[in-house]
Nanobody, 125 residues
């Protein structure tokens, strides 16, 4: 069973950047896909980006394409989310989660499991 822990959140001014990290411990299948989501208060999870655990293949939500970049360092067992040109409306709790290879390309939170506890990102205007 894999455990995921997010880090790197914090307070940033509009226009700034943050890099979030998601570090995996425990057993993670090589065929896994790791995804980033965010959640606004009282709202459902919003998919942001996904990447294969064993390759650089990735996919994005249209809402963040060009501003956010997902990457991974397999040796460090870590997946990153580089967020640039941040806006106050990006303020949310950010989560990473895992899904199987059969769900490659999925943007549905219900298809992902092993969620981390989340990290808060606050963008001030």
């Amino acid at each position: 069973q894999v455990q995921l822990v997010e880090s790197g959140g914090g307070l940033v001014q509009a226009g700034g950047s943050l890099r979030l990290s998601c570090t995996a411990s425990g057993r993670i299948l090589s065929s896994s896909t790791l995804g980033w989501f965010r959640q606004f208060p009282g709202k459902d999870y919003e998919f942001l980006a996904g990447i294969r655990w064993m390759s650089d293949s990735s996919y994005y939500a249209d809402s963040v394409k060009g501003r956010f970049t997902i990457s991974r360092d397999h040796a460090k067992r870590t997946v990153y989310l580089q967020m640039n040109s941040l806006k106050p409306e990006d303020t949310a709790v950010y989560f990473c989660a895992r899904t199987s290879s059969t769900n490659w390309g999925s943007r549905r939170a219900a298809d992902f499991g092993s969620w981390g506890p989340g990290t808060q990102v606050t963008v001030s205007s």
